[in-house]
């Protein structure tokens, strides 16, 4: 969200972590994984920093969520190598889960990166650099 307000500007990791309130050792390693995944291209050096790869409205926040968590179980059902559970032969709410994990997913991909930061000034004036 940060780079998506400040669309066009390469920005730095001390800015985000100032507006943020975040560490940047964290932030340097989420920003190495966004780079890796390619929604933004890093900039080495003095005038370095990040920007965003493709244009925030081509970005669903779901592919974003999807790449940091990745296959996530809710419940240890879900991980058939795991499982231990002793009703698992009969129980139906290992559907209800991956039904609502589904729908989890279905939210957030119908909406982009710019449904999150375009009409919402107040998000704006905090992630905007000057």
């Given at each position: 969200?940060?780079?998506?307000?400040n669309k066009?500007?390469?920005?730095?990791?001390?800015?985000?972590?100032?507006?943020?309130?975040?560490?940047?050792?964290?932030?340097?390693?989420?920003?190495?994984?966004l780079?890796?995944?390619?929604?933004?291209t890093?900039?080495?050096g003095?005038?370095?920093?990040?920007?965003?790869?493709?244009?925030?409205?081509?970005?669903?926040?779901?592919?974003?969520?999807?790449?940091?968590?990745?296959?996530?179980?809710?419940?240890?059902?879900m991980?058939?190598?795991?499982?231990?559970?002793?009703?698992?032969?009969?129980c139906?709410?290992?559907?209800?889960?991956?039904?609502?994990?589904?729908?989890?997913?279905?939210?957030?991909?119908?909406?982009?990166?710019?449904?999150?930061?375009?009409q919402?000034?107040?998000?704006?004036?905090?992630?905007?650099?000057?």
């Amino acid at each position: 969200m940060f780079c998506a307000a400040n669309k066009g500007r390469t920005v730095r990791k001390a800015e985000i972590a100032a507006s943020c309130d975040a560490s940047e050792n964290h932030l340097a390693q989420v920003i190495h994984k966004l780079a890796q995944a390619g929604f933004v291209t890093t900039v080495r050096g003095r005038k370095g920093g990040l920007q965003l790869r493709r244009d925030p409205a081509q970005l669903r926040v779901g592919e974003i969520v999807r790449f940091f968590e990745g296959a996530v179980p809710l419940t240890e059902c879900m991980v058939h190598k795991a499982d231990t559970c002793p009703v698992v032969g009969c129980c139906v709410m290992k559907d209800a889960f991956c039904d609502a994990l589904e729908a989890f997913y279905a939210s957030l991909d119908g909406r982009t990166l710019a449904d999150l930061v375009n009409q919402n000034a107040g998000l704006v004036s905090l992630l905007k650099v000057a």
